[in-house]
């Protein structure tokens, strides 16, 4: 199990996509292009536990928008231990009022 910390603490199944992990408590965390690293919506922040390593489509985004070290993609991270994160944007606080598409439970290859 990973501990979670986004506005309030909880765990989840390691393995677990961020947002969607974020999302299942009810954080209404923006992911517009359903999880592709396409739109950078759903970007975190770590207070702790930010892991080392990144899917190839993360770190080709954050070079694009030469954001490396700004912030993540919680699309693109898998919970596998404990972790604090700030949510950057949400529903509420941008006044769409869809999400984004439903995410797959792995991250595309």
Sequence with gaps: MAQITASKS???EDGTRLTAAIKAQGIDILHRCGG???C???KVT???GEPETMTAAEQAKLEENDAVGDYRL???ILCTAEMDVNVLMTM???GLDDAGP???AE???
């Design 10 to 12: 909880f765990e989840v």
């Design 36 to 38: 592709n690293a396409k």
């Design 40 to 42: 950078t919506t759903c």
């Design 46 to 48: 770590f207070n702790s």
């Design 74 to 76: 919680s699309c693109q």
């Design 92 to 94: 509420s606080s941008t």
């Design 102 to 104: 439903e995410l797959a």
């Design 107 to 109: 991250i595309p290859a």
